[in-house]
């Protein structure tokens, strides 16, 4: 079945440090790929995706994530993180090679949490 | 610069009651989808519809029911409701594959409702 993985649910971690949040997907077809963020009692944006070409994308806010398909991974990185960045990350993917409906499968879900 | 609009955002109801959820885009989007959000369960998809008229169910359609009478609007009912239907409930759009749709979804902000 096809699914999305992002293992930690949660990721303390202080202001202007790095953070990685990781995405594991499961499927033997290509696949368009996106991070949703989702700031409290707000709905979810898109953060950045990815289509085709460069496996690097740069997103909003900083933000960027690597395509990988051998790892079948889509890893969210930003280099220095503000308060402002604690949110909700959603990793989703469509699993390409349908001739009609699209589908996007979302994960669960990684709660950022950024502290002074 | 509407998007997806979601009324009424909150609402409180007692077992047994019913609503409607009402989701209004203004985007010509074909494709329209209802969500749950819960915590630790990200986001499931309830029903979706990928034209005027047409509906069909999700990943958790059981206790709902919906309809889209015009291209621009998509209800989401709770016939009878249930203490375990308390959630956050998402509408998103999308455009037809032949349009450019990649699976990246257009969300509202969000309706929630506490069943009593």
């Known amino acids: 079945a096809q699914s999305v993985t992002q293992l930690d649910s949660q990721v303390p971690v202080f202001e202007e440090a790095p953070v990685e949040l990781r995405c594991n997907y499961s499927?033997?077809?290509?696949?368009?790929l996106f991070w949703y963020v989702q700031y409290p009692n707000q709905g979810l944006q898109l953060l950045l995706k990815y289509l085709s070409g460069s496996t690097l994308v740069k997103g909003i806010n900083g933000f960027e994530a690597e395509f990988n398909k051998s790892q079948t991974s889509f890893h969210l990185r930003k280099p220095s993180v503000h308060i402002s960045d604690t949110a909700e990350y959603f990793c989703a993917v469509t699993f390409r090679g349908n001739t009609g409906f699209q589908k996007l499968v979302f994960g669960t879900g990684t709660r950022l949490l950024v502290s002074p | 610069n509407a998007g997806v609009t979601q009324t009424p955002k909150f609402r409180v109801l007692k077992t047994g009651q019913s609503m409607t959820l009402l989701c209004a885009q203004d985007m010509n989007h074909e494709y329209m989808y209802w969500y749950r959000q819960d915590p630790g369960m990200g986001l499931r998809l309830i029903h979706y519809s990928v034209g005027e008229g047409t509906t069909a169910k999700g990943e958790v359609p059981d206790g709902y029911n919906v309809s889209r009478l015009k291209k621009q609007n998509f209800l989401l009912g709770l016939e009878s409701a249930a203490p375990s239907q308390t959630s956050v409930y998402f509408c998103a759009s999308a455009p037809l594959k032949t349009s450019g749709n990649t699976g990246e979804l257009f969300f509202g902000e969000g309706s929630r409702l506490t069943v009593l």
């Open positions: 499927s033997s077809v290509s696949v368009y």
